[in-house]
């Protein structure tokens, strides 16, 4: 499949918790639209991590968003009020914007301590008849980054010989280095290459341009915001415009990582607020990509042009289609390592490609980023994507540009003793190995330590 959407726009706190469940409503509204004549009432039943942290994340007002048949793309944040005005006041929710139904929080929406058994993140949607008969429903995974699976794509994922064969393919490091090098491309060139047989070039091109502008007006509305506190029970205030004003007279000769932590803080606490941003390639890890895009465009100038605004997005998907291909992107599956590691690893290649490494050090600085990321726990404070992971983004944009540089600094003639693959592979295998505790459910790391404090 394309790997465009490694990047999508979508609205915070979070990737698996709400940009993936809002999808699952609105697939939902699609599966059902037959039966639309008989539909009473909707139920919502969210388990394991959508449930332990679902409330912080806004599961619950994703799938009320989704149901009402709207998309993560096209949500405004009066389009939100008045649904959740229509939810909660009315008690109604207008399925797929095409029939208004009695729907009652309290009754509708379940949130169960188990997990369901294909993946962490899983819920059930129901519709009933005005008998109560149930007339259908149909579970969902969300597996990380906004994408999500039903039940049955899980058990039985498509074989290789169902999908269309592809002139270029690589499932791996070693195979995208390898067509590098049988087609003398550079990765955003092979990864264009590979677009390619997906899009026109100029969708690409244009999705890409696309997605850098969001980027840079989430930036702006968080380093900008007039709100000064952030939704949730924590009350954290924004931090962003604070930094920003401080910009102007800082003379310190480590400037730009105040400036690198700023861009990331910004784009995290919009995130945070429920804002428009891109996940990249989740939401809990939006900012770290675009930090680095933002710290290039500062230190190049003019130099940091369409093109190269281009190459690093095509390198940066190409990257993190391999975690996401061998791996995994969502923190409830692998631990935060999948989350801030994999959108530091696919920066920190993206940026050595712009700065002009070869092949071999472009994927030399994707797994120093990720090898210095292991064994990182997801431990939301509350279930809200705000303590640790706003800062935590300026961590994953400052070891990015730190592994791009030790990358390029390496000497040629040595091999690297790790290679991308198989960091990877160890990311996986940590991520399976560590505890549920701390993997996106609130119940072990700094979310209980705060707990016992407060
Ligand atoms: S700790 Fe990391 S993986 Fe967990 S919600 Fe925060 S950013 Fe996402």
Redesign the pocket.
């Known amino acids: 499949m394309s790997n465009l959407s490694i990047f999508k726009i979508g609205v915070g ?2 990737s ?2 709400t940009v993936g469940p809002m999808l699952a409503s609105n697939l939902f509204c699609g599966l059902v639209d037959k039966q639309l004549g008989d539909i009473a009432r909707v139920k919502i039943e969210l388990y394991g991590s959508l449930s332990l ?1 679902g409330k912080g ?1 806004l599961t619950d007002v994703a799938c009320i968003i989704g149901l009402n048949g709207i998309r993560a793309k096209d949500l405004t944040i009066s389009l939100k009020e008045s649904i959740l005005k229509l939810a909660y006041q009315d008690k109604k929710i207008y399925f797929n914007q095409k029939k208004m139904i009695d729907f009652d929080y309290e009754r509708d929406v379940i949130f169960y301590k188990d997990f369901l058994p294909l993946h962490e993140n899983g819920m059930k949607l129901s519709i009933f008849d005005a008998s109560e008969t149930l007339i259908i429903s149909q579970v969902y995974y969300s597996i990380g980054g906004g994408f999500v699976a039903t039940e049955e794509e899980l058990q039985n994922p498509k074989k290789e010989n169902d999908s269309k064969k592809l002139d270029l393919e690589f499932n791996n490091a070693k195979e995208l280095l390898e067509l590098c090098s049988k087609y003398n491309k550079t990765i955003a060139e092979l990864s264009l290459a590979y677009e390619e047989q997906f899009h026109s070039t100029d969708e690409i091109k244009r999705y890409c341009l696309d997605i850098w502008s969001v980027m840079q007006d989430s930036y702006y509305n968080g380093a900008n915001a007039k709100e000064s506190i952030l939704p949730g029970s924590l009350k954290l205030k924004r931090r962003a415009p604070y930094l920003a004003s401080l910009q102007a007279k800082n003379s310190d000769p480590l400037a730009m990582v105040d400036l690198i932590s700023l861009y990331a803080i910004a784009i ?1 606490e919009e995130n945070a607020a429920g804002g428009r941003v891109v996940t990249a390639p ?4 939006c900012a770290v990509v675009p930090a680095v895009m933002l710290y290039l465009k500062s230190y190049l100038g003019k130099k940091f042009n369409e093109k190269s605004i281009i190459d690093f997005l095509l390198t940066a998907m190409a990257i993190g289609s391999l975690y996401k291909k061998n791996a995994s992107i ?3 599956e692998a ?6 590691g994999s959108a530091s690893s696919m920066a920190a290649a993206a940026a050595a490609q712009i700065l002009g490494a070869n092949n071999a050090r472009v994927a030399t600085a994707a797994e120093i980023a990720m090898e210095h990321h292991l064994g ?5 404070v509350d279930g809200l ?2 303590i ?2 706003i800062e ?2 300026a961590f994953g944009a400052l070891k990015a540009i730190s592994a791009a540089r030790m990358a390029m600094d390496r000497d040629e003639m040595s091999t690297p003793r790790v290679g991308l693959d198989e960091v990877i592979a160890t990311m996986y295998q940590t991520g399976k190995d560590m505890d549920t505790r701390y ?2 459910t609130a119940l072990g790391g700094l979310a209980l330590t705060l707990k016992s404090y407060c």
């Open positions: 706190p979070s698996s918790h942290t994340h995290a989740t939401n809990g890890a969502s923190g409830a631990g935060c390592q999948a989350e801030i990182l726990t997801c431990d939301p994507v705000q640790p992971c935590r983004n993997k996106e």
